[in-house]
């Protein structure tokens, strides 16, 4: 399939996505306090070869560079997230100027560059002041968000149309605090749980402080950008499709959905918590309170989407869930990942049934590859990451024929970056970092996905 084979209409948003822990480096610089992932990567063992992201691809430094690069891909638009310790160094209390201010400057070489801004609010990299008070398990966690937020509002609505509140609350509240695998690396099913709900709390206090705030209606996007106006979450839902056609397995393939994606989606689109789920684990009841569902529930204005793979999901009894993950045959990415491309035009079918016309994202959809530059330091060819592009772009193509309301595409991700607990091991870039000198190297998938925007602008 050609890059013109792909249909997309007019006013399609194509970007790319980055997190602040993941390129900003800078971490003791110009005010910024720790984050749970400082802390974290300094644990033994937490982290692949003890890396962390003091340095990462300095882009607080280099962002002129690296916008210089998103320039000539064409893309109409830049997701990054805001690093709360940058902007308040303890998590509450008085904004750090110079936190603001370099924001501010990307921003502005955004705006000349005619890219627009699509800025998430929180990326994992909590305050570590707010950790030690009890992070996301502790309520006033999400009355702090709420706060920041709408000071984030304040200093920069007048260069952002396109605010994300969460990205991936599921693996804040599960991976952070019952697998323990990423920060804050706390193993306790009721202190997930708590988190669970004061993630779903600040998200929807995030959008109350939106509404409110004058900066909402202020802004313009760039000229052809695509870029929408308005506030959403992003989910990583869990695609899952039944290993057989058997009922059981069907019944099996909608339980696996429960934690990772009900738990969240629900929620925020009115529906509750999922009692099924919540049935299993009487040990740890959700700290829910008057009115908060209400406050979950307020309305957003797009859904934004990380889609990476699907499961294979068959009915098991001696599970303790009833469910287990089967063998699949598809190749895998670098990550151990099966390549499932018609598993992201399932969930974008899954979610349309229950958002109807909600205009969707697809906020990160990317591949791990382990790749090498040329002889020379010059080129990489990537050629398993177009691969993946091309068949994910497809299901995007398809999705949109049938009328879903897809309107935008973030590929993850701009450059290779910091792998959370996997450090520097794994690389998901269309552009290649040397880790040595930090230079940048455009790989094949580059130009590549270069060739996709300018055949459906």
């Known amino acids: 399939m050609s890059t013109g084979d792909l249909q997309f209409p007019a006013g399609f948003l194509w970007g790319v996505a980055t997190a602040s822990y993941q390129v900003e480096g800078a971490a003791t610089v110009d005010g910024r306090g720790p984050s749970i992932w400082d802390a974290f990567c ?161 998200h929807g206090l995030a959008v109350q402080a939106y509404r409110a705030s004058p900066s909402a209606a202020a802004a313009t996007p760039a000229p052809g950008s695509g870029a929408a106006r308005g506030i959403g979450p992003v989910l990583n839902l869990l695609a899952t499709r039944p290993a057989s056609a058997r009922a ?51 309305p957003v204005d797009f859904l934004g989407l990380n889609y990476y793979w699907e ?19 598809q190749p895998v990415t670098d990550m151990g990942w099966p390549v499932v491309p018609g598993g992201l035009l399932r969930q974008l079918r899954w979610v349309q049934q229950r958002c109807g016309a909600l205009p969707l994202y697809v906020t990160e959809n990317g591949c791990a590859a382990a790749d090498r530059l040329n002889a020379d330091g010059t080129r990489c060819a990537d050629r398993p990451r177009i691969d993946y592009l091309r068949g994910h772009l497809a299901a995007c193509s398809q999705a949109l024929q049938e009328g879903i309301p897809l309107a935008g595409y973030f590929l993850w991700s701009l450059i290779d970056n910091f792998e959370w607990s996997f450090g520097y091991t794994k690389r998901f870039g269309i552009v290649y970092c040397d880790y040595t000198d930090l230079r940048r190297v455009p790989k094949d998938s580059y130009y590549f996905y270069r060739d996709v925007i300018a055949s459906h602008v």
């Open 311 to 329: 499961e294979a999901v068959q009915a098991d009894p001696e599970s303790p869930h009833g469910f287990r993950f089967a063998v699949q045959w």
């Open 42 to 202: 300094r644990r033994p063992g937490a982290v692949t070869h003890g890396h962390n992201g003091d340095v990462a691809c300095d882009q607080y430094h280099r962002y002129p560079e690296d916008v210089e690069l998103m320039r000539r891909l064409g893309v109409g638009a830049y997701r990054f997230s805001l690093a709360w310790p940058r902007i308040f160094p303890a998590g509450g209390g008085t904004p750090n100027p110079a936190g603001f201010d370099y924001y501010k400057r990307l921003l502005d070489e955004l705006q000349r560059a005619g890219i627009a801004a699509a800025v998430t609010l929180y990326h994992w990299d909590l305050p570590l002041a707010l950790q030690d008070a009890g992070g996301w398990a502790n309520r006033d966690t999400a009355l702090r968000f709420a706060d920041y937020a709408g000071h984030c509002f304040g200093a920069l609505g007048d260069r952002v149309d396109t605010w994300f509140t969460l990205n991936e609350p599921y693996c804040s509240a599960i991976l952070g605090y019952l697998e323990g695998v990423h920060a804050p690396g706390i193993r306790d099913r009721a202190a997930a749980y708590r988190a669970v709900h004061h993630l779903n709390l600040g």
């Open 248 to 298: 059981e397995d069907a019944d099996a393939a909608d339980r696996a959905q429960d934690l990772q994606s009900r738990m969240f989606f629900d929620p925020i689109f009115g529906r509750g918590y999922p009692e099924r789920h919540l049935a299993s684990y009487p040990q740890a009841p959700l700290p829910v309170e008057p009115g908060d569902l209400e406050i979950i529930a307020a």
